[in-house]
């Protein structure tokens, strides 16, 4: 386990390479929180409107443990090589690199049939944490520079174990704003509460962040929750079309129900509040 001293994961390296002229729009946006609040979904959707409105976006999709680039589109929905079953790359190919290069970036990068402004990056379908070497820090920093040179927009699904996962700690402390999801359950605010220390090990790093309540369904009073997480500054509320995607594995399908309509429009919100598209 991480410990919290200097020159650890959650410590700011002043000198990193990420730390580069921010962009008019667009940068780095992280969407992180405890687990089973819909990081994957909202950091899917955030994407796809990106996309939508010809904002060139890439999506990262930080979980090693569980590949989660199979449980968002059909593999069929992806351009792959020739004479090949595989999508193009991984992200663990790219990360088990010596250096991380704008070039390993591209040639690793998954395009969608459908989606002409939108590029992803994972891990496939059968891979772990242990397929390929281990990566460090230098490595995650690298990556995000390179990210930055690719595209305007970055959009990156952290894993809620960010003691465990390089990627989404350097992600988290380099991007531009995150969005820290909570359901309106105990053990959501208990998980976030023991996370506050990594979080705000950085005073600079503090102001960017966004407190999202997800999944709420309506008639459930959420009054009490700004109490344990301070001001909430979005609200995206439960979409039984949404779920249903969820479980199909088809978040990148247009939402057209009734029932979805509220869930896109603070997500239209977050891309203007947030984003600045």
């Not at 730390?19 to 992280?30: D, K, R, S, T």
């Not at 995150?178 to 309106?184: D, I, K, T, W």
Request: aromatic share 6%.
């Amino acid at each position: 386990m991480l410990q919290f001293k200097k020159d650890s994961i959650f410590t700011r390296n002043n000198k990193s390479k990420t730390c580069v002229e921010e962009l008019p729009q667009g940068g780095i946006f992280a969407v992180w929180g405890s687990p089973g609040t819909g990081k994957t979904t909202v950091a899917v959707k955030l994407a796809k409107y990106l996309a939508d409105h010809k904002k060139n976006v890439v999506l990262v999709l930080c979980d090693m443990t569980a590949p989660m680039l199979p449980c968002i589109c059909p593999p069929s929905s992806l351009e792959i090589q020739k004479d090949s079953a595989r999508p193009l790359g991984s992200l663990g190919s790219i990360l088990s690199a010596t250096h991380v290069t704008d070039q390993l970036v591209k040639s690793n990068i998954i395009t969608h049939k459908k989606l002409a402004y939108l590029t992803m990056i994972g891990m496939l379908k059968g891979e772990n944490e242990y397929t390929y070497a281990a990566y460090s820090r230098i490595q995650a920093e690298e990556f995000l520079t390179a990210l930055r040179k690719t595209a305007p927009y970055i959009i990156i699904d952290c894993s809620s174990y960010i003691a465990n996962d390089i990627l989404s700690a350097v992600s988290i402390m380099e991007c531009d704003a995150m969005l820290r999801l909570s359901n309106r359950d105990l053990k959501s605010i208990s998980y976030l509460s023991s996370q506050l220390k990594l979080l705000y090990s950085d005073a600079k790093n503090s102001g960017k962040q966004y407190k999202v309540l997800s999944n709420v369904k309506p008639n459930q009073g959420v009054e009490h929750m700004a109490g344990a997480l301070g001001n909430i500054d979005f609200q995206l509320p439960y979409s039984r079309e949404l779920e249903e995607q969820y479980l199909a594995g088809t978040l990148l399908e247009d939402m057209n129900l009734r029932n979805s309509k509220a869930f896109c429009s603070e997500i239209e919100k977050i891309a203007k509040e947030v984003l600045g598209c």
